[in-house]
């Protein structure tokens, strides 16, 4: 897989040379580069913002760059994904979808975001997919393209070094959350280990295990154990 990455804030991105491993970069398993968007720009101020047509608050980030950036780099195949407040939202499913992707474009939006040409072109030469990791507003993309890279490589095969947890993980198993987990010492500031994971009996464990993560999804995701649509298909609309 090839990640790129077109933000105004290339530093961000430093630490993804420490964050992925290295052998896989090295193993041909994942190709990334980081692009400083300014460098598509031909103004002595290098100059990437510009006032919101209709008037209002803050800064737009102006289409030229952005096109000749996705010019360069937009090889046919690529998927351009923009971070923002209004775009779908993140979630374990996506990340298995973006997961089989050949190339990954991030394109990390700032100040009161980009303009929408930039998107309606983008679409017009790539898949495009505007996606938001959570409701809430950040100073910029780039955040949320950390967020997403790190869940997307680590489902990429050969990434984890133990496979069997990927399986395991909550999200991937119907969607209820994680089990709690323990290990040594049995016995902690007053804290006991619960026995049936030190009883051997695996039938049990897996049962505690399924019985706790029933429970804590019931507890603080209520959402994630209610059915969305009725019997006969008919989607359930909750009043919010
Ligand atoms: C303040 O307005 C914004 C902020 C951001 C930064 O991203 C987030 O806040 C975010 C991302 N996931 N959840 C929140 C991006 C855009 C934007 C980007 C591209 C096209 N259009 C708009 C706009």
């Not at 994942?30 to 692009?35: P, S, Y």
């Not at 101020?45 to 950036?69: C, L």
């Not at 095969?157 to 133990?162: D, L």
């Amino acid at each position: 897989m090839r990640l790129d990455y077109l933000t105004i804030f290339p530093d961000f991105f430093a630490p993804l040379e420490l964050s992925l491993p290295g052998k896989a970069a090295a193993s041909g398993l994942l190709d990334f580069a980081v692009h400083d968007l300014r460098d598509w720009t031909h103004d002595r101020h290098r100059k990437v913002d510009d006032t919101p047509y209709g008037g209002g608050a803050g800064m737009v980030m102006k289409p030229e760059p952005w096109g000749e950036a996705f010019d360069q780099l937009l090889a046919p195949g690529a998927t351009v994904i923009f971070t923002t407040p209004s775009g779908e939202p993140f979630d374990q499913r996506l990340a298995e979808e973006l997961a089989t992707r050949e190339r990954l474009v991030f394109a990390c939006g700032r100040y009161e975001g980009i303009d929408q040409r930039v998107i309606d072109h983008a679409r017009e030469i790539a898949e495009v997919r505007e996606i938001s990791l959570g409701d809430y507003v950040l100073n910029g993309g780039e955040v949320a393209a950390l967020a997403i890279t790190e869940a997307v490589v680590r489902l990429l095969p050969g990434f984890m070094g133990n496979a069997e947890s990927l399986v395991e993980e909550s999200h991937a198993q119907g969607g209820l959350l994680e089990y709690p987990v323990y290990t040594k010492p049995p016995l902690w500031r007053g804290h006991e280990v619960p026995a049936v994971l030190r009883s051997g009996d695996h039938g049990k464990v897996a049962a505690w295990r399924h019985e706790q993560a029933v429970r804590r999804t019931a507890e603080r995701r209520p959402d994630l154990l209610a059915p969305s649509v009725l019997d006969d298909g008919t989607p359930i609309v909750r009043a919010t």
